[in-house]
């Protein structure tokens, strides 16, 4: 009997970070097999990156880590859901806790900013 994420539907998984204590959606990002064997072995939450077509280890620049507290993966074991620690608290690289802090319209025309900038990504990643 198997168990865990299958990465032979898949190379490259889903990954939802969610804030352990306040139950937050931090982020959408992607682990491939590497990326998930590095997590568990390290504790702390490693992605692929699609763009830059490598590992990313979260907080590898910023700082700003994510500890891993619970791991789950859904029905189809091709989507995973891990708890994390946010250490800096920010997750999203334009500074905000979660990556999701634009809040759409009822119309979807318009969008509010929700939640206050943790960072100036200028100063973090001095780009």
């Known amino acids: 009997?198997?168990?865990g994420p299958?990465?032979?539907k898949s190379s490259l998984l889903p990954v939802i970070a969610q804030d352990a204590a306040s139950g937050d959606v931090l982020m959408l990002a992607y682990?491939?097999?590497e990326a998930y064997r590095?997590?568990?072995r390290t504790g702390r939450v490693c992605y692929f990156s699609r763009s830059r077509n490598k590992l990313w280890?979260?907080?590898e620049e910023s700082g700003n880590v994510q500890e891993v507290r619970e791991i789950f993966y859904d029905c189809d074991a091709d989507t995973l859901l891990v708890k994390v620690n946010q250490i800096g608290g920010a997750a999203c690289h334009e500074g905000y806790k979660s990556c999701f802090f634009r809040r759409l319209s009822?119309?979807?025309a318009t969008f509010d900013v929700v939640g206050e900038r943790v960072f100036d990504p200028a100063k973090v990643y001095k780009k």
């Open 1 to 3: 009997m198997s168990f």
């Open 6 to 8: 299958d990465f032979e």
């Open 31 to 33: 682990m491939n097999e």
């Open 38 to 40: 590095e997590t568990l």
């Open 57 to 59: 280890r979260k907080g």
């Open 106 to 108: 009822s119309d979807g």
